[in-house]
């Protein structure tokens, strides 16, 4: 019954749009930024701390971003580097030496000053063992991004030097991502573990609470260093369900979701009470191979396999343009992408032909592993269960086995001599820094099979190893993006993976909600956002 | 009467340990790691290893349970591993809003399921009866996460009445506020005990009203309506009674498939959320709650039962 | 063979007499009850449609008009009545009507079996606890209590979380879920059972445990047994339902009604019928479950009829 009501209202409510767009549009450019205002966000699930250099997931940062600044930030909209906390900042010749040079005046919300000790103390408190409040917090990032620190010294009250153990080209912008994000030290003094439940930072919000299960509560900063923030408070829900999240959306119960189901993304774009901002992330989804196990050691029968995958038909329909078609494992975002490589388009019968030169007229069955649910796995089983029907139409006959997200990491993702059970496997990557390194080096280079890295299809081509680690090691630019576009050729034309596509990032808001912008690292910045009246 | 209770208390104490332990064991021979889980795929060895040791997960089996058991004794019931708090009282919340849910679920359940067994045993074979019993059937052959999600539906967005998951509207905590938030849930969860509370009341009904005594009030000419109400309701609800106990048992486990589809919560979601990232501390800590509190609203039902049914007696 | 023989009132020996007039209950009580579920108009019914379901699930490789698996992705969530698709299409364009009739045949299967599964579990125990007594039943009765206090499905969650994912680990999932329902009710017939003067009459003239356990006192709690099996069948159903929702259960492709239901709960607002439909199929074959177990119930309990 209510299908059909609900239609006659979309046909109504479309028509307004239309005629409201054509007279609103002029009067909305003609809107001054309003302090004010209420954001609710719809989250997928509870946040698991607000502790910044703690957070390991999307879903957790999108809560804690905003009571923080790093020491550099990211750009809108791009992943290069711009100030933060560090108004400036010198790399030595070497590479070996960044001297940060920190903004004057800056109190954390406990009233307390940012300062050198303050930047040397967060750095030590996640790297250092020996540092007496290290156990107050768990940092998976910390080796990742502090893991070629040698030592930080404080130059001066408002100086600080951080020493390197060997060159690293990304290290830059490791200064911009989360575990970069400074807390208060004084505030880790007081509340010691619990300081996951009372964060203190500089940002343009401050904590109020957090009901668990229920809500995280945050207010403008009244006195931020920078400009203060517009809207007056952030509350951001746990909603579990797609379709519950979205029926809250519907009914005013929050007025931001992330997670829109794909097949209800186009009656949104057509409501003219909301509006979607969407931009490219650096996601890429794929199916690995194991290409040490026969018969995915041979070249030609992984490209069969990325023949006979209709991957046009999976990105329009079942992800209806919540995504963007992957001809590369490189996100097109990333510097240094290119589009210059060997293309695999749907082509069933060129897959067979492949797969009878490769020896097998008759296909072969196969064991195919897939998460339940996982941070970046958009639909893991709907799109792979559409990639076994592909294959099965070419004879490969693949078994598919769900997991949930922690048993399929540690049973999955293991080293050679653990010897897993799949031949095939559905991954997916979004990259932390913005840095073609972190996809193709942590993903694709010899050096990283298991438990090193997350080459879990264990792909080893000489070739690529020896240019991705030229790639990490050279500070120039304009040779790095030269270095990984022939990696990125050489990879390609091997067919380490099925590729599927890159995930667009995609919210929808009230239609006031004005002046919000997506970032490729996934945190949603409220500090410029102001809603209409 | 004193030490029955006593007596049945203490053989409490086994049970609740062996729930603990069966749950320790069953995830100990889950794979997946929790610090992995929780550290995600990008942590370092040494990471890992560090929190395996700060939670005391390298020590051997037996002495992680000694250890947990110990502290729980002392009323350190340890910290979650992925949430990283305080599990007691983050826990003791999930059960407080669980039990809201439970009790506004079975109220409504036994202020519709009572009656309706009762008229239905009345008028047995009667259209009324049909009815009535074919609808409570219709609740409890529907699975809850389907319901739950229809509800939202039409509650929530085509009508616009009531809030469609969640415990409280952004920035509010009043109690009418909970209350409009609990009524979807506790409805679609009102489902399945109401349907067993009629047939129990139905089928307890009709036996009692071929009863000796029955026939004795009519005889002595008590009008009916009198003899259903003193005689035949009294008597017959006493099996209801302990059926509506295992019920209320039941619910504080909190369910989880309702709390899930109204992201409600309760202790339910807390478990389940606990066991996908292998958080043992959350997970035992929350079985121990919901175990406990099942096993004492059984006792509690048996003391009532003693105390409305004057055939039984405590004696031992 | 020999059971059916001792069953038959006539020609049981006069050595046995206690023994022959009780034992020969059963058949008796069998015969009226079937007639008295005749009666049952809502029973029969039942059972007729559960027939049906059973038929169809059992030919569905003759009838399903295709492939359940074969996905059609630019046909995907056609409408009910589409040219083809009687019933429509799902979210990735596999046929509606096949996969409901091939998913009856596994939903179905999983519930029949992981009763049987349990009620073996449940009987074998309740058995040697309420035959044995003393510290055997002290000590089932105690694992039982411990199984009792563990929220249901929350045990099958743990239970599938350490054997991994799939249509046979959620079976026994929710077999294990349901073995204290059924130890409980032998148990208790047994108790009953155990102190009566046939059972004491064949101990005397030396009959083994297990032979009494067997003929004696099983054959006599069957009655209360078949009851709680069929109502069971479709909370069984339901379960595994439930495990699904929390992608637990079938793997793809197959077709099972939990599978579906939840998957297509995601479509709820653009194609409906594809949760409506196979939530209607397990609606009704729970209801019809329902129906039969309080059918046979009645039946078998003259005292609750007028």
């Known amino acids: 019954m209510f299908p059909k009501r609900t239609f006659l209202a979309w046909v109504v409510a479309l028509c307004l749009a239309l005629v409201s767009a054509s007279v609103a549009v002029p009067l909305a450019y003609a809107q001054e930024p309003k302090a004010g205002g209420t954001i609710i966000v719809g989250l997928q699930a509870e946040p698991v701390t607000l502790d910044a250099p703690q957070v390991t997931d999307y879903n957790t940062i999108r809560a804690a971003y905003n009571l923080y600044d790093g020491l550099l930030r990211f750009k809108d909209e791009s992943t290069e580097v711009e100030p933060g906390l560090a108004e400036s900042w010198e790399i030595s010749e070497d590479g070996l ?32 063992p020996n540092h007496p409040y290290h156990d107050t917090g768990d940092f998976a990032y910390a080796e990742f991004t502090w893991g070629a620190v040698k030592q930080v010294d404080v130059v001066d009250e408002y100086t600080v030097k951080i020493t390197l153990e060997y060159v690293l080209a990304p290290f830059i912008s490791h200064l911009a991502m989360h575990p970069a994000f400074m807390v208060s030290p004084q505030a880790i003094k007081t509340y010691g573990r619990d300081i996951s439940i009372n964060p203190v930072g500089t940002g343009p919000y401050r904590f109020v609470s957090w009901t668990p299960g229920a809500e995280i509560v945050l207010e403008r900063n009244p006195d931020y260093w920078g400009k203060p923030a517009y809207v007056d408070k952030l509350i951001f829900r746990p909603i579990i369900e797609d379709q519950a999240r979205l029926t809250e959306l519907l009914a005013g119960g929050i007025n931001f979701m992330v997670n829109i189901p794909p097949d209800d993304l186009e009656r949104l774009r057509n409501d003219p009470n909301f509006k979607v901002v969407e931009q490219t992330g650096m996601h890429t989804w794929w199916v690995y191979f194991n290409t040490l196990k026969k018969p995915f050691d041979d070249v030609r029968v992984r490209q069969a396999l990325n023949y006979a995958v209709n991957k046009q038909a999976i990105v329009d329909n079942i992800l209806k343009g919540t995504g963007v078609l992957a001809i590369n494992p490189l996100p097109p975002v990333v510097w240094s992408y290119t589009d210059e490589v060997e293309r695999y388009d749907y082509n069933p019968e060129k897959a067979k032909q492949l797969l009878a030169e490769a020896g097998y007229p008759n296909g072969f069955s196969c064991i195919f592993w897939t998460p339940e649910s996982g941070s970046g796995m958009q639909q893991p089983v709907l799109m792979s269960t559409a990639i076994q029907a592909d294959l099965k139409a070419v004879g490969v006959d693949c078994q598919i086995k769900t997991f949930e997200w922690g048993s399929f990491l540690e049973q999955g993702v293991v080293p050679p001599d653990k010897n897993p059970e799949w031949d095939l496997m559905a991954f997916s990557w979004i990259g932390d820094n913005g840095d073609p390194d972190n996809h193709l080096y942590i993903l694709l280079s010899g050096d990283q099979w ?30 790095r993006t030269e270095i990984y576009q022939q990696a990125q050729k050489l990879i390609v034309a091997d067919a380490p993976w099925i590729w599927i596509d890159h995930e667009t990032q995609i919210v929808v808001m009230d239609k006031r909600i004005q002046n919000f912008k997506l970032h490729p690292t996934g945190p949603f910045r409220f500090a410029d956002v102001w809603i209409e009246q | 009467m004193t030490r029955y ?5 203490l053989s409490l104490i086994p049970v609740l340990i062996g729930v603990t332990l069966l749950v320790f064991l069953i995830m100990q021979l889950a794979p997946g790691d929790p610090v992995k889980i929780m550290l995600g795929p990008r942590a370092s060895e040494e990471a890992v290893n560090q929190l395996r040791r700060d939670m005391g997960l390298d020590q051997p089996m037996h002495i ?39 009790v506004l679920a079975l109220s409504a359940a036994c202020l519709v399921g009572v009656p309706a067994g009762i008229v239905s045993a009345i008028r047995q074979y009667s259209l009324g009866d049909r009815v ?35 415990i409280q509207s952004p920035g509010q905590t009043g109690t009418l506020d909970l209350i409009l938030h609990l009524i979807l849930p506790s409805a679609t969860l009102a489902t399945g005990p109401m349907a067993i509370i009629a047939r129990m009341t139905r089928s307890s009904m009709l036996e009692v009203i071929r009863q000796d005594y029955i026939r004795t009030a009519r005889a002595k000419g008590l009008r009916e309506r009198l003899v259903i109400s003193r005689h035949g309701v009294r008597n017959a609800l006493i099996p209801v009674v302990t059926v509506i106990g295992l019920q209320a048992g039941y619910l504080l486990g909190g369910d989880i498939l309702v709390e899930m589809v109204f992201s409600y919560p309760g202790i339910g979601l807390a478990m389940v959320t606990g066991i996908l990232a292998r958080d043992f501390p959350i997970v035992q800590g929350a079985i121990l709650m919901v175990a406990s509190s099942y096993v004492l609203v059984n006792l509690i039902t048996d003391l009532a039962y003693a105390y409305i049914d004057p055939r ?5 | 063979m020999e059971r059916e023989i001792e069953l038959r009132p006539g020609k049981t020996s006069d050595a046995r007499p206690v023994e022959s007039k009780l034992a020969g209950r059963p058949r008796s009580l069998t015969h009226d009850a079937l007639r008295r579920l005749w009666r049952d108009r809502a029973a029969v019914v039942s059972a007729a449609f559960l027939l049906f379901m059973i038929i169809i699930s059992l030919s569905a490789p003759l009838i399903a008009p295709m492939d359940p698996t074969v996905t059609d992705l630019p046909n995907r969530l056609l409408p009910i009545g589409s040219p083809g698709h009687l019933l429509g299409t799902d979210e990735l364009g596999r046929d509606m009507l096949s996969r409901l009739i091939w998913g009856g045949r596994v939903s179905l299967l999983v519930g029949f079996i992981a009763v049987l599964v349990a009620m073996s579990a449940g009987v074998v125990v309740g058995l040697l606890a309420g035959y044995f007594g003393g510290w055997v039943d002290s000590v089932i009765m105690r694992l039982i209590d411990i199984l009792m206090a563990f929220p249901s499905l929350l045990l099958a969650i743990a239970v599938v979380a350490s054997l991994g ?3 046979t680990n959620a079976m026994l999932a929710v077999s294990i879920v349901g073995i204290p329902y059924y130890a409980r009710i032998v148990r208790g017939s047994v108790l009953s059972l155990r102190n009566q003067e046939f059972v004491q009459a064949a101990r005397v003239i030396g009959a083994s445990d297990l032979r009494i356990i067997v003929y004696h006192i099983l054959a006599n709690s069957l009655a209360p047994l078949i009851v709680a099996a069929t109502l069971d069948v479709g909370w069984m159903i339901m379960a595994a339902a439930g495990l699904s929702f929390l992608g637990l259960g079938a793997q793809p492709p197959t077709a099972e009604w939990g599978v579906m239901l939840s998957a297509g709960r995601q479509q709820i607002r653009n194609a409906p019928h594809i949760s409506i439909l196979p939530g209607l199929m397990i609606f009704l074959v729970v209801l019809a479950l329902n129906f039969l177990g309080d059918g046979v119930r009645d039946a078998m309990d003259p005292r609750l009829r007028q």
């Open chain 1, 97 to 128: 030496e960044y001297t940060l040079h920190l903004r004057k005046g800056v109190k954390f919300h406990d009233g307390t000053e940012f300062n050198a000790e303050a930047v040397k103390f967060n750095i030590e408190r996640q790297i250092d």
């Open chain 1, 450 to 479: 298991p438990p090193n890295g997350f080459n879990c299809g264990y792909y080893k081509n000489e070739k690529v190893d020896e240019l991705l680690r030229l790639g990490r090691t050279t500070l120039d630019r304009a040779k």
């Open chain 2, 5 to 9: 209770v006593v007596q049945r208390v």
């Open chain 2, 64 to 102: 992680q349970y000694l250890r947990w058991l110990g502290g729980v004794l002392r009323g350190d019931w340890g910290r979650s591993i992925q949430l990283k708090r305080e599990v007691l009282p983050y826990l003791a919340g999930r059960f407080q809003n669980s039990a809201y849910l439970m």
């Open chain 2, 132 to 166: 009535a019993m074919v609808l409570v059937l219709v609740g409890f052959s529907t699975p809850v996460f389907w319901l739950g999600i229809i509800l939202q539906i039409v509650f929530g967005l085509m009508l616009g009445i009531l809030p469609v998951s969640g």
């Open chain 2, 312 to 316: 039984i007696h405590y004696g031992t």
């Open chain 3, 165 to 167: 994912p799939g249509l």
